[in-house]
């Protein structure tokens, strides 16, 4: 990888770790991410999470036509749009925080339904980002219920 790619498609660096590359990558998406709510609102981190997405949907094939390798496990900025997706639902609070990162990781690994189906078989960039923005809408989705229910019972 050039340093363009490790800083961006490596998540600054992050999915050059050797061990669990997509969970250090999903980490610096999610203090990226509330790093970008406590100074911005939450449409602010949804454009950037297209700008993010459609950029690396475009990196992401040209990394693939050189390399020849498909969802090389050392880019992480799936995860990282993934994360953000999943905090455009959720919010910035510690709980939408910690709920997002748990449910997105869970998603992400799983791979259930749709999820798993697009990993599998969309090529290119967008079979790489896809699946995990697919999991951040869920992950969202799931935080934003528990959030809910835990206001409803007050806890």
Request: hydrophobic share 55%; with cysteine; net charge neutral.
């Amino acid at each position: 990888m050039n340093s363009t790619e490790k800083l961006f498609l490596a998540g600054l660096g992050s999915g050059l770790l050797p061990k669990a590359p997509g969970t250090w990558g999903s980490l610096v998406g999610l203090v990226l991410g509330a790093a970008i709510l406590s100074y911005f609102p939450i449409e602010t981190l949804f454009l950037l999470t297209l700008l993010v997405t459609l950029v690396g949907v475009k990196q992401i094939d040209r990394y693939e036509a050189r390399t020849g390798v498909h969802d090389d496990k050392k880019i992480v900025i799936d995860e990282i749009a993934g994360i953000w997706l999943a905090l455009c639902f959720s919010g910035a609070s510690a709980a939408a925080l910690v709920l997002s990162f748990l449910f997105f990781r869970l998603f992400d690994i799983w791979k259930p339904s749709i999820i798993g189906r697009i990993d599998r078989e969309a090529p290119g960039g967008w079979g790489v980002m896809g699946d995990d923005l697919v999991a951040g809408a869920a992950a969202g989705l799931a935080s934003a219920a528990v959030l809910q229910a835990m206001r409803y019972l007050n806890i």
